[in-house]
């Protein structure tokens, strides 16, 4: 999966929420200020196993004035074939594709132009976007080009400290190791609930 084309506007984007970030603003001063200066980052729900062919198809249709940038995430993964370990790239969140912009009224009628979409996260009957902490979240992971990379650290008695990569410093999100997948199973916040994700995590030694 080619990752480098991440616009210029969504860069902008990403560097304005870092200074939001480090603003010491309160959350709730935070996502209103966030609201008032920069486009809002909305979820499409589509079939797991469609998420590229339903971004391709709005990047197509829908005018970059209208649809500043459309991702799926993905996290990079060890695998053993031919006797060698090879990195590969998986969906992070299968069956949803994330889209930003700043008339969602327009968007949601663009929409209606493609096809494999289910719908559009919702709490009720409102369009939500993405709160300013889950926008944080999917930069730290992923970057500007929304692929988390792997992770590396080493177990400590019963401990797991994560001394590069997108994991270091979340290692209380980690609830469990698959040290011959290379991954590590995490509990996170994302589309306003809990829940496991996988990332890629090489334990490089254990010490006792």
Known sequence: MDHSGTSDKFREL??????????????NALNERRGMLM??????????GAEENVRCQCLRLISSDILEHCFVPYYQQKKRFQGEWHIQETVLFPGYVFLVTSDLKQLTDSLR????MIRLLRTGEQIVPLSGEEVDLLLKLGREEQLVRM???????????????????????IKKID????KAHIAIEMFGRSMDVEIGLEIISKIK
């Not at 177990?155 to 270091?168: A, C, M, S, T």
């Open 14 to 27: 990403c560097e304005e929420s870092a200074k939001l970030k480090k603003s010491g603003l309160c959350t």
């Open 39 to 48: 486009s809002l980052w909305y979820v499409m729900q589509v079939r797991a």
């Open 113 to 116: 132009k493609a096809t494999g």
């Open 151 to 173: 992770s590396t650290g080493v177990i400590e008695n019963v401990y797991v400290k994560v001394f590069d990569g997108p994991l270091k410093g979340m290692e209380e999100c």
């Open 179 to 182: 040290r011959y997948k290379r």
